[in-house]
């Protein structure tokens, strides 16, 4: 995902970031070129590096912290919560906003998400057809490859095989659904505990769950012995 991160920085992540300020309203807006916005940032991104102002190899940092650390943390939280309480995670299930307002996220994409939970029987995967539309409150920025058309695309057509390419093979008994998201809904997906985390606090346990499995193309795993997870 590395080498993806320059395009996210500067043409994706612009131009995602409008589309979802027109999201906010009623009219939903899906760009096929480039706009001007995604174009200036662009030059200016190069013409800052060209000077030696800026160093891409921070900018890269920059994007994978709010990537894999600030933005997935509060959906990571909300997860954790609903794993170690199962009162709460009833509530979260029949109405995600009040179970987020619980959590200090009033009014922060709550309102128009739902979380589905998996389970050995059922899969559930998060995609936007259209565009991007993404719990940007819960798990910040989206990846490049979410709002890639292959991605979008395949996602409908071939769930399995995007699982499979994200090293997420599924018992072929498994169900599996997709959720198209749109401006006014969002999903969330609760993923599965992992076996052997009984003993762990919820803070652990927060640490463990990633984006991607709240995309629902992972699953969440125990770290390995002497390694991160
Ligand atoms: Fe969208």
Known sequence: MNATRRGFLTAAGAAAA?????????????????????????????????????????LDAVVDHYEHNVGPRNGARVVARAWADAGYKKRLLANAGAALAELGFAGQTGENLVVVENSPQVHHLVVCTLCSCYPWAMLGLPPVWYKSAPYRSRAVIDPRGVLREFGLELPKDAEVRVWDSTADLRYLVLPERPAGSEKLSEEALAALVTRDAMIGVAKVTLPQAGGRP
């Open 18 to 58: 409008q589309d979802h300020v027109h999201a906010q309203g009623h009219d939903h807006v899906h760009q096929a070129v480039p706009s001007d916005l995604t174009l200036r940032v662009k030059a200016l991104e190069s013409l800052l590096v060209e000077k030696g102002l800026v160093d891409r190899a921070a």
